[in-house]
């Protein structure tokens, strides 16, 4: 579970496909998420797998922070290599998330 | 992929655990889907598991669908059932779709 923040803040939502070249991509994957922690604004990311589909998702806290993240240089280069070799598609949505719930059993 | 119109548009982010108590889970997700896919403002849905983390983010045209959606009496009950029994731990983020951009290697 992300400890995110009260709303608003910012989610992004990468939803992918991937095609059979996985070479590098796991390395690449693990080393995006380190980064994108390292990046003013972040406040979390979980990503889940499932057959050649993923969804992983980042938290932040505005839009300027995501801007910066996208063009950071080595993530531009992630990104141009997974439209050459790892994807065979990918929708990124920025959102703004205006309210949440969570609900924990150890609460109870 | 799913084919979400031009922004702003919404979306549910929902995050879980789930227990060691799975009777009936994969039924109720099956039904839930089915009935929201019904729903008035409804755009689309995708969910990835992997071991006992799912992440699904449902697809609407706006918050009073989202609503409408949440207070649907069936959709009610499997809430209840899953803070009962299947989920550890789980949050609902919704958010506005501010921008997006897709990637598709058939378009290349």
Redesign the interface.
């Known amino acids: ?2 400890n ?1 923040p009260k ?1 608003p803040y910012y ?1 992004v ?1 990468f ?1 992918n ?1 991937k ?1 059979s070249d996985t070479k590098g991509y796991a390395e690449m994957a693990d080393q995006m998420a380190m980064l994108a922690a390292e990046q003013p604004g972040y406040l979390g990311l ?1 990503s ?3 057959g050649d ?3 992983t ?1 980042s938290y932040w806290t505005d ?1 300027e922070s995501i801007l910066n993240w996208k063009n950071i240089s080595e993530h531009v280069i992630a990104q141009k290599t997974g ?1 050459e070799r790892w ?20 609460d109870m």
């Open positions: 579970m992300i995110t709303p989610a939502i939803t496909e095609t979980e889940i797998s499932e589909k993923t969804i998702i839009q439209r994807y065979n598609y990918y929708t990124t949505r920025v959102a703004k998330v205006e309210r949440d719930y969570s609900f924990d059993k150890e």
